[in-house]
């Protein structure tokens, strides 16, 4: 019994993988617009993107050790930001999907998702997102 639920935890930690990788893919494959309406307001594109062919994320040059890497970062990062999130009002949270910082800090090219992607937006609406990962 215990053979099998290790293997059924490593197929589900495996699939949990795979899962994080597609949507990082899929993510990568919006417009800068796309993804703000995506980040802000959890509303996908009507048309979704085309998947990205092989070889055409910075994914995909990376090798699997490198992407567990990430993906057990990104696992902590959701992890934290969950934590963070408790005893924040809407407003807090909501400063926070669009600045990805809380209001308490000031933004800053540095670390202000939403200032970069206004500038962008300013320059070209419709570039790939991917530059922003
Ligand atoms: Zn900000």
Request: aromatic fraction near 8%.
């Given at each position: 019994?215990?053979?099998?639920?290790s293997r059924v935890e490593r197929l589900e930690?495996?699939?949990q993988f795979r899962t994080w990788l597609g949507f990082?893919?899929?993510?990568?494959?919006?417009?800068?617009?796309?993804?703000?309406?995506?980040?802000l307001h959890w509303r996908f594109p009507e048309?979704?993107?085309e998947p990205l062919p092989k070889g055409a994320s910075r994914l995909d040059r990376l090798d699997r050790k490198t992407l567990l890497k990430l993906w057990e970062e990104s696992e902590r990062d959701t992890a934290r930001i969950m934590d963070?999130?408790?005893g924040r009002s809407l407003d807090e949270r909501r400063f926070h999907m669009d600045h990805q910082h809380w209001p308490e800090q000031a933004c800053?090219?540095?670390?202000?998702?939403?200032?970069?992607?206004?500038?962008?937006m300013k320059e070209s609406p419709s570039a790939p997102a991917s530059k922003y990962f």
């Amino acid at each position: 019994m215990a053979n099998l639920k290790s293997r059924v935890e490593r197929l589900e930690k495996e699939q949990q993988f795979r899962t994080w990788l597609g949507f990082e893919r899929f993510l990568e494959s919006l417009t800068v617009e796309q993804l703000e309406e995506l980040s802000l307001h959890w509303r996908f594109p009507e048309v979704l993107p085309e998947p990205l062919p092989k070889g055409a994320s910075r994914l995909d040059r990376l090798d699997r050790k490198t992407l567990l890497k990430l993906w057990e970062e990104s696992e902590r990062d959701t992890a934290r930001i969950m934590d963070e999130m408790k005893g924040r009002s809407l407003d807090e949270r909501r400063f926070h999907m669009d600045h990805q910082h809380w209001p308490e800090q000031a933004c800053s090219t540095a670390n202000c998702r939403k200032r970069r992607l206004d500038m962008e937006m300013k320059e070209s609406p419709s570039a790939p997102a991917s530059k922003y990962f």
